[in-house]
C-alpha cells in the first residue's frame, strides 16, 4: 500500500508540473496588450484651443488637433453643454467661385500629423449657444473618435470679428444664427442678420 502511494503521489507530481509548464509557457507566448487597440482619444492632444465669444446664436472654435500616435484617428462628432448643437466644418470654394463652409463627416489626422482648426478653414461649429460667451470664458467641447473614445477639450472665449460666410444651401435649417464671421475674406452670409452672432475667421 506504501508503495502504491508513493507511486501514485509521484505521478500526480508529474502531472502537475506537467500543466504548471505548459501554463507558463502559455503565458509567455501570450501577445501583449496590441498599442492599436488603444483609443484614438488617448494619443491626441489638443493645443491653443479657443472659441470665439457670442452673445447667443452661432459661433465657431479653432484650435490645433495633434496625434500623437502610431495609428490614424478619426474626429466624427463634437457636443458641448454650451450649445444645442455642434459640427465639423471646413471651408471650400463652390462652382461660383465663392468660399462656402459645409458641414462633414469626419476629420482624419495621420499619426504624427496635425490639424489645425482656424479661421477660413476648418472648424468647429457651435450652434444655439445655450447662453452669452464672454471673452475670457471656458468652454467644454467633448470630440468623439470612431472607435467611441472621447477627449474633453476646453476652449477660451475670445473677442474676435471679421466679414461673413456662406453656409452650403444657403441656411442652416430652421435654425437662425445670424451672420458668421470669417476673417477678412468678404463672403456674404445671404439674409441672415446680426453679424454680432457670427463666429470670427481669418486665414
Known amino acids: 500500500m506504501r508503495t502504491i502511494t508513493t507511486r501514485r503521489a509521484g505521478a500526480l507530481a508529474i502531472a502537475l508540473a506537467a500543466a504548471s509548464a505548459l501554463v507558463a509557457c502559455s503565458t509567455a507566448d501570450a501577445p501583449g496588450p496590441d498599442a492599436s487597440t488603444a483609443p484614438q482619444a488617448d494619443s491626441v492632444v489638443v493645443a491653443d484651443a479657443w472659441i470665439k465669444a457670442a452673445e447667443d446664436g452661432m459661433t465657431a472654435a479653432f484650435g490645433t488637433i495633434a496625434n500623437e500616435g502610431d495609428e490614424a484617428v478619426r474626429i466624427v462628432a463634437v457636443e458641448s453643454t454650451a450649445a444645442t448643437a455642434m ?61 467611441g473614445s472621447t477627449l474633453d477639450v476646453t476652449a477660451t472665449a475670445r473677442d474676435y470679428s471679421g466679414a461673413n460666410e ?38
Do not use: C
Open 87 to 147: 459640427e465639423l466644418h471646413e471651408t471650400v470654394e463652390d462652382d461660383s467661385g465663392q468660399m462656402i463652409m459645409r458641414e462633414v463627416d469626419g476629420f482624419d489626422i495621420a499619426p504624427g500629423a496635425s490639424m489645425a482648426l482656424e479661421p477660413g478653414g476648418d472648424h468647429l461649429m457651435v450652434m444655439g449657444t445655450t447662453a452669452s460667451i464672454v471673452a475670457g470664458d471656458d468652454v467644454v467641447m467633448t470630440l468623439t473618435f470612431d472607435d
Open 166 to 203: 456662406t453656409y452650403e444651401g444657403g441656411d442652416m435649417g430652421e435654425m437662425d444664427h445670424g451672420d458668421m464671421d470669417h476673417g477678412d475674406m468678404g463672403m456674404d452670409h445671404g439674409d441672415m442678420q446680426g453679424a454680432d452672432d457670427a463666429h470670427g475667421t481669418d486665414r
